[in-house]
Each structure stands twice: as C-alpha cells, then as structure tokens.
C-alpha cells in the first residue's frame, strides 16, 4: 500500500495508538474478580508471554520486509499462506466492528445523542484515517498520541485516587489460568498484524523492540485502568467513570481517540493482508471497506462479550506463529516456493486442535504458552523427519 519508510518513534506511536484502546479497558474489568495483586499478575504474566511471540513475529516481517501473510507463506506456501490471509482479513474487520461498537457505547454514556450515531461517526473517522495513509498521519498521530497520553493519566487518577471501593465479584469466578490466558489473548490478536509494520521500518529490528515493549506496557496499563475501575470505582461501565469525574468533553476524545487509533490499525492491516490473495487488489480501498462494514456490524449486531472470539484467535493463530518461528529461527526452512505445505498445514491444524482441548485443562500460564511449545517441538521433528526422507 505504501513504502516509505517509519522510523522507530513512528512505530512506537503506532503501537501506543494500539495499545490505548476502550475494548483493552473493557477486558481488564474481567479480571476484578481476582483482587488487585493477583489480578495485577495475571495481566503482567499475560503480556510477558504475548509479548515474546509478538516480538518474534515482528522480527521476522522487519527482516524479510515482509507484510504479516507473506511471512505466513514462507511456512505454509503460496495457498496455504492466502488461507490465513483469508481467515485473518476476517478477524480484523470483526475487530474493526468491534472496535466501533464499544467506542460507540462508551461515547453514548458521555453523551447521548443515538449509539448509531456514534458509531457513524467513530467508523468515519477511521476511514478519513485509512485515507490520509498512516505514512502520512505524521503531526496528526503525534499530536493524538499526546493528547492520548495525557488523558490516560487523568483517567488513571480519577479511578485510583478519586474513588473508593472494595473487590468485585468472588476470587473464584475466574482462575488465574484462564486470566493470563485472557491476557495473553490481545497481544496474541495482534500477531497477524505486526509484520505489517515492522517491514516498513527504517531500522526493523529495533522498530520491532521499540513496538513490542511500547504495546506491552501500554496495553497493561490499559488493563489495569479497567481493572481498577471495576475494583475501586466498582463499575466496568468507563464512561459512567468519566462523566461522574466531569471530565465531559475530555472523556468523549479519549473514546473517540483511543477507539480510532485502535481500529484504524485492523482496518489498514485487511487491506494489507487481502494484497497477498492477488497484486491486483488495492489494499487502502479494502481497508475503507472494512471500516464501512465495520460501522454497519457494529449498529446492527451485540457485542458485549468477545472473549470466546478472542479465544477463537488465540486458537486459530498461536500455533501459526509456533510453526513459523520455528521454521525461521531453528530449522531455517522456507516454503515460499511452493504451492502448499502440508507439512506446516497438518502441524497447525494439530496445534489448532490441541489449543481448543487445553482449554479444558485449567493451567496457571494459560493455555497458548504450552499450545506453541508444543506445536514448535511438533514442527521441528516434522521438519526433520521430511527432510531426512527428500535426502
């Protein structure tokens, strides 16, 4: 879609963008129910584990200055790569909806003027975004996330120094296991997407150092900011928070802001991905397509709860990346110039399988960490064992 090249603090606003986001909010108010400390290990551990995988796909797209699905293609082949693409193009315009959906919600309870309305408007402004191109934002996204950042901190003191309150919800309605799983879950979303990024950047490598550890902290933080609302404030409901703190216009362009810079990254990430299916498409007009059906899902369909799509997620990509980053970082094994691989295909679809069997299984690093430990040692006997028989 672009070429020029982003430097590292670019990529470190993109990420920032990514990370300050009402739906990362949302999730941390589901971690009340383990009180503050545990809750707070959880989100840490979560990321820790998110974070290295997300790290590890982005090196991978900066150093071959490839997009997200054609480093997929070096593992699965040219078909087996578009099969993610597809599969991928669908999550982000889900999210995109997503996205738009709780934006338009919490916008709605600072100020109501018709959820449809909001959603209107929040998915314009991510298309006025896919439009201008995010080599061009330049000042804007400077600008938005500075005001961004100040905002959170505002937000961040009225929850934790403006309120009182106590625990919500009993210790046991969620275990620690299925929280760093929840956890894990977002930077995990985000898997398929990093590449897209980190291909661009003057200096990939540390691009992808800079992104990882700007998202991490970021999303954390964003956890922590619902958690503590739910715990301390004791509602999940953030723009309740914000309008009973009085901060009115303010809260609105945190919403707004923070659900744009988000949501714009899903909708510009299916254009790029629907470029690996055929040269012929012109991924920015996807991206604007995604926006559009973003704004019409969001009005017509709930979506309250998305943690079983974000499991779906986990399950579908987690053992995608495992197979990759093994083949690219241990065996050294490409596939790039074949059609399928049926050895990665059948490898994933064991991992994909094992993921939705360990989430059965109540394991206190989740279920992703020994999902992709698993699938990498699969991959690496499997690579073996074909090679051997070629030679």
């Known amino acids: ?131 201008v191109g995010i080599t061009n934002l330049g000042k804007i996204n400077t600008v938005a996330m500075a005001a961004l950042f100040v905002l959170t901190l505002v937000l961040c003191k009225v929850i934790f120094f403006g309120n009182s309150g106590s625990a919500v919800g009993s210790a046991d309605s969620m275990s620690f296991g299925a929280a760093v799983e929840l956890a894990v879950s977002m930077p995990l979303s985000w898997l398929p997407v990093i590449s897209d990024y980190t291909r661009e950047a003057e200096k990939p490598v540390q691009a992808t150092w800079v992104s990882t550890i700007v998202y991490s902290v970021i999303s954390t933080w964003m956890f922590v900011i619902g958690m503590g609302a739910a715990i301390y404030a004791g509602t999940d409901d953030i723009a309740s928070i914000m309008v009973k703190a009085g901060l009115g216009v303010v809260g609105l362009i945190i919403i707004v802001l923070s659900t744009v810079t988000t949501a714009f990254l899903d909708a510009w990430s299916a254009g790029i991905s629907s470029e690996s299916l055929s040269s012929k498409i012109s991924g920015k007009w996807v991206a604007v397509a995604a926006g559009a059906i973003g704004i019409a899902a969001s009005i017509l369909f709930p979506m309250d709860d998305i943690t079983g799509f974000l499991y779906l997620i986990g399950s579908v990509f987690a053992p995608m990346t495992a197979v990759m980053i093994t083949d690219y970082f241990i065996v050294h094994y490409s596939a790039e110039d074949k059609s399928a691989d049926w050895v990665g295909l059948i490898v994933w679809l064991i991992g994909f399988v094992l993921y939705r069997l360990l989430m059965k299984v109540d394991i206190p690093v989740g279920n992703t960490l020994p ?11 499997a690579r073996k064992i074909f090679s051997a028989k070629r030679s």
Request: glycine share 14%.
């Open 371 to 381: 999902d992709m430990a698993i699938t990498m040692l699969i991959t690496l006997a």
């Open 1 to 131: 879609m672009e070429n020029k090249r982003t430097s590292v603090f670019e990529n470190g606003l993109i990420w920032f963008g990514a990370g300050v986001s009402i739906a990362e909010m949302l999730t941390g108010t589901y971690f009340a129910p383990l009180g503050f400390k545990n809750g707070i290990l959880a989100i840490l551990l979560g990321h820790l584990i998110g974070g290295c995988m997300f790290l590890l796909a982005g090196l991978i797209g900066g150093l071959t200055r490839k997009s997200s699905m054609e480093t997929v293609k070096l593992s699965f082949g040219e078909h087996g790569g578009q099969i993610f693409a597809v599969l991928n193009i669908i999550q982000l315009v889900a999210w995109t909806a997503i996205m738009i959906y709780d934006g338009a919600n919490s916008a709605e309870g600072a100020l109501a003027a018709g959820r449809w309305i909001w959603c209107a408007v929040i998915g314009g402004l991510i298309i006025v975004w896919t439009l």
